[in-house]
């Protein structure tokens, strides 16, 4: 379709001359308003005010100056139908053949600690939505762009062919409706989050692609990532890549499980994970002895798994880690000696991530055939409860110690969850079973000898005494668990004949 009249209004300048002085060089009238028009008039281009178009100065600070019929009227009317040409030249209107519009900055505004509700509001756009609407429903006659990447696509056909093709328009017609689609979106949320709506009539989220991967959990399953706006910097969307292959879809979510484990950390620790499930975590004096502790949790398991550390991965860590198989390591920070360690090996992934717990709450979004589940992130920790002994025997200091590290492990466990720990180490995990018995007894068997004297967590309640008695079995001390059960007697009876402390939280950690 020939271009003879554009309409240019943005927020984002960029490329934006470059681009208008391609337009005016084919002959095309420059339409625009306030800073882009200034921006294009410093360039020595001539341009139209919109005011000039519609013949009515912008008002309301602003607020009105594009929501007019000879604005609309050129972008909407078809051009082979000879009532809208007919309606067009009674009016004295013009068509618009191309727009290029992005919209006001509302999400670097949100995103702003110094911005407040008011600030917000004036910058959601009205009159940038509606063109870009009005453009991309009229596509066939009318090109819209939005994203400066597509000047030079645009550029190319106007130069080559004098006009654009159907399916370029098409193309960027789509894109618009996406972006105005996230731009919405985006509004709703903030709008719904101010208003505490905690579970709206509908649920609109938006999110930007990553990059495409080569295939999902399996070859046969297409698959990409994308983020969500203002993803935090403590997210694997945000981590940096500092060297390996490209991650694919389950390295993805691996990683996401170990940085949610270690978040749970202060003192220096570490995680390795395998399948989303933790299947080592310690935590030391240092950094090397916590990863050595974590590694001897389950050296079988640790192959060809992710790691995850709080503290700055250095050159000492760095040779301890080399001669193990591992996918990827996430660390705040790696050293340039520890990079020159690591990139030796070629196919190994490392990932900066500032390991931190997120300030704010995020909602978990879970797809199911034909539906989402929407549910608020499992943040409760044991600050959050008040914990009782159920038991005649109270847990001493280092079954306390060693019961904290294993409650916060099974929160990140494949339910049914039971998890063995001992000197702040997991020893064995249970994890994904039918039954919470069938969990302990695979945690036991992978802690060996080591079960003995350890203390056990469970995700949720033991609906009978059978788990209790497994864990004496063996060699269990104390056992930390949610209680709640109509049998939790018979389990607190077991576990007073075997001597063995049992601490209710109170808090379940179901994860499936």
Same mark, same amino acid.
């Given at each position: 379709?020939?271009?003879?009249?554009?309409?240019?209004?943005?927020?984002?300048?960029?490329?934006?001359?470059?681009?208008?002085?391609?337009?005016?060089?084919?002959?095309?009238?420059?339409?625009?308003?306030?800073?882009?028009?200034?921006?294009?008039?410093?360039?020595?281009?001539?341009?139209?005010?919109?005011?000039?178009?519609t013949g009515f100065p912008e008002i309301l600070e602003g607020r009105v100056k594009t929501l007019h019929?000879?604005?609309?009227?050129?972008?909407?009317?078809?051009?082979?139908?000879?009532?809208?040409?007919?309606?067009?030249?009674?009016?004295?209107?013009?068509?618009?053949?191309?727009?290029?519009?992005?919209?006001?900055?509302?999400?670097?505004?949100?995103?702003?600690?110094?911005?407040?509700?008011?600030?917000?509001?004036?910058?959601?756009?009205?009159?940038?939505?509606?063109?870009?609407?009005?453009?991309?429903?009229?596509?066939?006659?009318?090109?819209?762009?939005?994203?400066?990447? =597509?000047? $030079?696509?645009?550029? !190319?056909?106007? #130069? /080559?062919?004098?006009?654009? +093709? *159907?399916?370029?328009?098409?193309?960027?017609?789509?894109?618009?409706?996406?972006?105005?689609?996230?731009?919405?979106?985006?509004?709703?949320?903030?709008?719904?989050?101010?208003?505490?709506?905690?579970?709206?009539?509908?649920?609109?989220?938006?999110?930007?692609?990553?990059?495409?991967?080569?295939?999902?959990?399996?070859?046969?399953?297409?698959?990409?990532?994308?983020?969500?706006?203002?993803?935090?910097?403590?997210?694997?969307?945000?981590?940096?890549?500092?060297?390996?292959?490209?991650?694919?879809?389950?390295?993805?979510? =691996?990683? $996401?499980?170990?940085? !949610?484990?270690? #978040? /749970?950390?202060?003192?220096? +620790? *570490?995680?390795?994970?395998?399948?989303?499930?933790?299947?080592?975590?310690?935590?030391?004096?240092?950094?090397?002895?916590?990863?050595?502790?974590?590694?001897?949790?389950?050296?079988?398991?640790?192959?060809?798994?992710?790691?995850?550390?709080?503290?700055?991965?250095?050159?000492?860590?760095?040779?301890?880690?080399?001669?193990?198989?591992?996918?990827?390591?996430?660390?705040?920070?790696?050293?340039?000696?520890?990079?020159?360690?690591?990139?030796?090996?070629?196919?190994?992934?490392?990932?900066?991530?500032?390991?931190?717990?997120?300030?704010?709450?995020?909602?978990?979004?879970?797809?199911?055939?034909?539906?989402?589940?929407?549910?608020?992130?499992?943040?409760?920790?044991?600050?959050?409860?008040?914990?009782?002994?159920?038991?005649?025997?109270?847990?001493?200091?280092?079954?306390?110690?060693?019961?904290?590290?294993?409650?916060?492990?099974?929160?990140?466990?494949?339910?049914?969850?039971?998890?063995?720990?001992?000197?702040?180490?997991?020893?064995?995990?249970?994890?994904?079973?039918?039954?919470?018995?069938?969990?302990?007894?695979?945690?036991?068997?992978?802690?060996?000898?080591?079960?003995?004297?350890?203390?056990?967590?469970?995700?949720?309640?033991?609906?009978?005494?059978?788990?209790?008695?497994?864990?004496?079995?063996?060699?269990?001390?104390?056992?930390?668990?949610?209680?709640?059960?109509?049998?939790?007697?018979?389990?607190?009876?077991?576990?007073?004949?075997?001597?063995?402390?049992?601490?209710?939280?109170?808090?379940?950690?179901?994860?499936?």
């Open positions: 379709m020939t271009i003879r009249r554009a309409l240019l209004s943005v927020s984002d300048k960029t490329g934006l001359v470059p681009f208008a002085k391609a337009l005016y060089e084919q002959g095309v009238e420059l339409i625009s308003t306030g800073g882009t028009k200034r921006a294009l008039e410093a360039e020595g281009l001539s341009v139209t005010g919109v005011d000039e178009v019929p000879n604005i609309h009227g050129g972008l909407l009317a078809k051009r082979e139908e000879a009532a809208h040409e007919a309606a067009l030249s009674e009016a004295g209107i013009n068509y618009i053949d191309l727009v290029v519009v992005n919209l006001y900055p509302f999400r670097a505004t949100i995103e702003n600690p110094e911005s407040s509700y008011s600030d917000a509001i004036e910058n959601i756009d009205i009159g940038g939505p509606s063109m870009l609407r009005a453009a991309a429903k009229n596509h066939a006659d009318v090109t819209v762009v939005t994203d400066p990447a =597509d000047y $030079e696509v645009v550029a !190319a056909e106007l #130069k /080559e062919n004098g006009a654009t +093709s *159907a399916a370029t328009r098409q193309k960027l017609a789509a894109k618009v409706f996406r972006h105005t689609a996230g731009y919405d979106a985006l509004i709703s949320q903030y709008m719904t989050e101010q208003a505490e709506e905690t579970a709206p009539e509908s649920y609109t989220a938006t999110f930007e692609k990553v990059q495409g991967l080569r295939y999902g959990e399996n070859p046969h399953q297409q698959a990409a990532f994308y983020r969500k706006p203002g993803a935090g910097a403590s997210s694997i969307a945000n981590a940096k890549q500092l060297h390996g292959k490209e991650l694919s879809y389950n390295n993805i979510n =691996d990683a $996401e499980a170990a940085l !949610a484990v270690i #978040k /749970e950390f202060t003192k220096p +620790s *570490a995680v390795a994970v395998k399948h989303m499930n933790p299947c080592g975590i310690a935590s030391g004096e240092n950094v090397y002895e916590a990863f050595d502790k974590t590694y001897q949790a389950d050296p079988v398991s640790i192959f060809g798994g992710i790691t995850a550390f709080n503290e700055e991965v250095d050159e000492t860590l760095a040779v301890q880690l080399k001669d193990i198989f591992l996918e990827v390591i996430i660390a705040p920070g790696f050293t340039e000696e520890a990079v020159q360690v690591l990139t030796t090996k070629k196919n190994l992934r490392l990932l900066e991530v500032p390991v931190q717990a997120s300030a704010q709450t995020e909602k978990r979004l879970t797809s199911i055939h034909g539906g989402l589940l929407v549910q608020d992130e499992d943040t409760g920790s044991l600050s959050d409860v008040e914990l009782s002994v159920a038991t005649e025997r109270e847990p001493d200091e280092e079954e306390w110690r060693d019961l904290e590290l294993a409650w916060k492990a099974v929160k990140h466990v494949k339910s049914n969850a039971i998890v063995l720990a001992k000197n702040e180490q997991t020893t064995g995990v249970g994890a994904g079973q039918m039954n919470r018995v069938g969990s302990a007894g695979i945690a036991i068997e992978a802690a060996g000898t080591e079960a003995r004297n350890s203390v056990m967590a469970s995700d949720a309640f033991f609906p009978m005494k059978d788990t209790v008695e497994t864990a004496a079995g063996a060699g269990v001390r104390a056992i930390i668990q949610p209680g709640g059960s109509i049998r939790d007697e018979e389990s607190i009876q077991a576990a007073n004949e075997h001597g063995i402390a049992m601490v209710f939280t109170g808090m379940r950690h179901f994860k499936h």
